[in-house]
Nanobody, 123 residues
């Protein structure tokens, strides 16, 4: 499975961005999809995940109420809508796919990764 993220950029605090991830080379609807992020000097951390059908989601506590993960299985796409952005959201954001059933939050639970897209939030 190949994953390609897009939609990152520079935004002021309080602004919004929508990240997209295009999947190819596999059966998209068979994967749990997730978003992770890695800030400079920090470890990669879980942000959000969505079940195969899109009926269930899971979020990092600090993004609950601000970020929304969604997917379109007909288009092989997963999205991350990010609102009320804060400087601490600045990071490279990665899309990931998991063959597991559950909404994993650990890096090791995901089998495929994109190259990442930079999100920078200025204060």
């Amino acid at each position: 499975v190949q994953l390609v993220e897009s939609g990152g950029g520079l935004v002021q605090a309080g602004g919004s961005l929508r990240l997209s991830c295009a999947a190819s080379g596999g059966t998209f609807s068979s994967y749990v999809m997730g978003w992770f992020r890695q800030a400079p000097g920090k470890e990669r951390e879980f942000v959000a995940a969505i079940t195969r059908t899109g009926g269930g989601t899971r979020y990092l506590d600090s993004v609950k109420g601000r970020f929304t993960i969604s997917r379109d299985n007909a288009k092989n796409m997963v999205y991350l809508q990010m609102n009320s952005l804060k400087p601490e959201d600045t990071a490279v954001y990665y899309c990931a796919a998991s063959v597991r059933v559950g909404l994993g939050y650990k890096i090791g639970e995901y089998n495929y990764w994109g190259q990442g897209t930079q999100v920078t939030v200025s204060s």
